[in-house]
């Protein structure tokens, strides 16, 4: 199988402080992983794909510094939102693809965290 | 950049008819087109996927077309029942690349 977890899922925290998302994949090493983030009524938006061993690459628009992504492992990846603010608040995803799979373009999901910033 | 176009945004049909979505890219260089069903707070299933060397696929009562000259994609569904209702979404990606999502489409099956 390619199963994806993501913890917490779901957070509410006061606007200023940080959140800290983690995505694992269970059964699988991933070298690349990615983030979405998704608000109501609307579609997946990719921020930013996480590299083990280096730098996360950040779609255009995506503050880095204040979604700061590790992927220290190949099964786990984090994204920090740093001083959260309810402009935030949204529904954010990881995904994987699985490279040892027959279908090493499939990208399997996580379960999603829903954050809600007061 | 890459954007990907999904028509309609909502499609309601009656329990036991077809429905079909559409979705246009813009890479050329895009070789792989799955399709995702997501209800509510929950994560997108894929319901079927179809790669750039293929021009149609079926699994039971969904079908995915794909056009590569025109670059478009289209999702059928038959036989449509209560529970296909949902929002689903295309994507395009090249390979293991990053997916470009569609807007998605809310479609309501009235029984």
């Known amino acids: 199988g390619a199963v994806v977890s993501q913890h917490p899922s779901w957070v509410i925290c006061k606007s200023g402080t940080s959140v800290k998302i983690e995505c694992r994949s269970l059964?699988?090493?991933?070298?690349?992983m990615f983030w979405y983030r998704q608000f109501p009524k609307q579609s997946l938006m990719l921020m930013a794909t996480s590299n083990e061993g280096s730098k996360a690459t950040y779609e255009q628009g995506v503050e880095k510094d204040k979604f700061l992504i590790n992927h220290a492992s190949l099964t786990l990846s984090t994204l920090t939102v740093t001083s959260a603010h309810p402009e935030d608040s949204s529904f954010y995803i990881c995904?994987?693809?699985?490279?040892?799979?027959?279908?090493?373009?499939?990208?399997?999901f996580g379960p999603g965290t829903r954050l809600t910033v007061l | 950049g890459e954007n990907v176009e999904q028509h309609p945004s909502t499609l309601s049909v009656q329990e036991g008819d077809s429905a079909v979505i559409k979705c246009t890219y813009s890479?050329?260089?895009?070789?792989?087109f799955p399709w995702y069903k997501q209800e509510l707070g929950k994560r997108p299933q894929l319901i079927i996927d179809?790669?750039?060397?293929?021009g149609e696929k079926k699994d039971q009562r969904i079908a995915v077309t794909l056009n590569k000259t025109a670059k478009h994609f289209s999702l059928h569904i038959t036989e449509t029942q209560p529970e296909d209702s949902a929002v689903y979404f295309c994507?395009?990606?090249?390979?293991?690349?990053?997916?470009?999502f569609g807007t998605g489409t809310r479609l309501q099956v009235f029984p």
């Open positions: 994507a395009a990606s090249r390979g293991t690349d990053k997916l470009i």
């Open positions: 059964d699988f090493q991933a070298t690349t």
């Open positions: 890479d050329s260089a895009s070789n792989y």
């Open positions: 995904s994987a693809n699985n490279p040892t799979s027959g279908r090493v373009d499939t990208q399997y």
């Open positions: 179809i790669r750039s060397n293929v």
